[in-house]
């Protein structure tokens, strides 16, 4: 899987929540507390206030939207991540989580909670052990499995240091 070079990776603005909840209600199966209308709502407030907050990026090609990740600079936590079905195996939630990456503080662990990947629909460890994550331990969400993983400070940061991920 290489680095797709059409991707552009920018941060999350206001008018990008249509496209991101969009996004959002294609790969909704994939995520447990997606399958209602009150879960949703509460997912669009939660990227709203992201991207508020500059703790959002999305990947666009070719002017579409392709894959968004929502973090916490805070908590030093990856909220959601997500690529688009026609877009994935192509470098997009690399490029996404790097961009995150760059924004975190890198004196401390970054945490994760990923659903494992049984069916194929789930996320893919690879993707996370790639970039210096482990599984710390599983848990049980709403009912089903979740890795809680960790990317210990000691691991580095690739790109930029964490004052200046977004331009002003």
């Given at each position: 899987m290489g680095m797709d070079r059409q991707v552009e990776i920018r941060p999350a603005a206001p008018q990008d929540l249509d496209a991101w909840m969009?996004?959002?209600?294609?790969?909704?199966w994939s995520f447990p507390?997606?399958?209602?209308?009150?879960g949703l709502t509460h997912c669009r407030r939660m990227i709203y206030q992201g991207i508020l907050n500059k703790n959002a990026f999305?990947?666009?090609?070719r002017g579409k939207l392709a894959g968004v990740?929502?973090?916490s600079a805070g908590r030093n936590m990856?909220?959601?991540l997500a690529?688009?079905?026609?877009?994935?195996?192509?470098g997009i939630a690399t490029q996404?989580?790097?961009?995150?990456?760059?924004c975190l503080d890198p004196e401390r662990d970054v945490v994760a909670a990923?659903?494992?990947?049984?069916d194929g629909d789930g996320e893919q460890p690879g993707l996370y052990e790639s970039l210096g994550f482990y599984r710390k331990r599983t848990l049980c969400t709403l009912g089903y499995p979740v890795w809680q993983l960790v990317r210990k400070k000691q691991y580095g940061v690739p790109g930029s240091r964490r004052r200046g991920c977004f331009p002003a």
């Open positions: 969009e996004l959002v209600d294609q790969v909704r507390s997606l399958d209602t209308e009150e999305c990947a666009w090609y990740v929502l973090f990856l909220r959601f690529v688009a079905p026609g877009y994935r195996r192509r996404l989580l790097n961009a995150m990456l760059a990923v659903l494992p990947a049984g």
